[in-house]
């Protein structure tokens, strides 16, 4: 079955922190996507990487930094948090090329910056 | 521009009927998807099209594409409780076929009420 795991649920951080949100596949994807989601904003793309070690800038990466050392884990990075960081963070993958490309979510996180 | 848009919410009465709208912008898109996200939870495949169809039906769900309208709807034939929760359309990004990436919209919360 399917697995995209996400490292925490909910998340409590404080303004100035270092903050990682950690996501695993268990599919062998080469995709990898980070999503925050806001009310009425719907889905934006914050990183990508469509290999390990490669990464690509999405809408909206201010602020945001990604590590992908290994093909199963991509790791979003708020390198000093910030209370407009305070959102459900939704991680991503699929397969590589093709034209058909579904993605499998992992469950989010929910990151309150204080 | 590369905005995907839904209305952002639809109440209907259990048994009746839903029908979702979302208008894209990429007439290249060859795919076409329609994610559920039920309270708490990421976001899974409800159903797709491929673009060279017009219509797809799969137990209660019948997806409807106008693609000189860039049009794309879901509906939901005898909509029950458990149907509650936010539907999100999803194109291919324009020239994304190297990169997978996909655009999703705004989202269109469902609510049922019995």
């Known amino acids: 079955d399917v697995k995209v795991t996400q490292s925490s649920r909910y998340l409590v951080k404080r303004t100035g922190e270092k903050v990682f949100l950690e996501c695993v596949q268990d599919m062998d994807h080469e995709n990898m996507f980070w999503y925050r989601q806001d009310p009425g904003l719907g889905l934006r793309l914050i990183y990508f990487?469509?290999?390990?070690?490669?990464?690509e800038k999405g809408d909206i990466p201010e602020g945001y930094s990604v590590s992908r050392e290994k093909k199963e884990r991509f790791s979003l990075i708020l390198e000093s948090a910030s209370t407009n960081q305070t959102s459900m963070y939704l991680c991503?993958?699929?397969?590589?090329?093709?034209?058909?490309?579904?993605?499998?979510f992992g469950p989010g996180t929910r990151l309150t910056v204080l | 521009g590369e905005d995907v848009e839904q209305s952002l919410f639809l109440s209907v009465r259990e048994g009746d009927s839903s029908v979702i709208n979302c208008t894209y912008t990429d007439s290249s898109s060859t795919y076409l998807y329609w994610y559920k996200q039920e309270p708490g939870a990421g976001l899974q495949l409800l159903t797709y099209?491929?673009?060279?169809?017009d219509m797809k039906q799969d137990q209660r769900l019948t997806v409807l594409l106008n693609k000189k309208d860039k049009h794309l709807s879901l509906r939901i034939a005898d909509t029950q409780t458990g149907d509650s929760a936010i539907y999100f359309c999803a194109e291919s990004s324009p020239g994304g076929g190297a990169t997978n990436k996909l655009i999703f919209g705004t989202g269109t919360l469902l609510a049922v009420q019995p």
């Open positions: 991503a993958s699929s397969l590589g090329q093709s034209s058909y490309n579904e993605q499998f």
């Open positions: 099209i491929f673009s060279n169809m």
């Open positions: 990487s469509y290999d390990v070690k490669m990464k």
